[in-house]
């Protein structure tokens, strides 16, 4: 089976996550951001699960993205944005046919979420949902992730293999 994790992460959180789901997909999956998410690489997947962080309530758009670039200079830690908005990269996502997942990484209260237009780009692009989308929480706007969370994506992304995996 063809897996890949596409993410977009600006505090490494999201990353981390994306690679601890890709090592309990199994060999052969891969994590990669979404400047290495090239149709190229996407092509034949059977699985991909897409991720982002959750702001402003929402998968992040570009105007959530320059406001942050805006104010990098007063963060602890600057953001990466050597990729593309997760949101971007499913406008872009070429038609495919495989399954798909979504997870996002939030702090624990949010009234919204990114799942659900992470699997509404990927179902457009002719992947579908094997189930809804997970979460999985940070301490604080860089993080850290809470404890726990990578091995709880881990054992989602061994359960997202079995589910994936016919017969």
Known sequence: MKAIVVYE?????????????AAGLGPGATAMSTAAATPAAVAGADLVVAGSP????????????????????????????SHPSLRFWLEKLPAGRGRAAAFETRMWFSPGGATGAILKGL???GYEPLERGRRFRVAGMYGPLKDGELERARAWGTHLARLATPG
């Open 123 to 125: 179902k457009k692009a």
């Open 54 to 81: 959750l702001f402003a309530f929402q998968l992040p758009t570009e105007k959530i993205r320059a406001t942050i670039q805006g104010k990098a200079h007063s963060f602890p830690k600057p953001p990466d944005f």
């Open 9 to 21: 992460s600006l505090w490494g959180n999201t990353a981390a996550i994306a690679q601890a789901i």
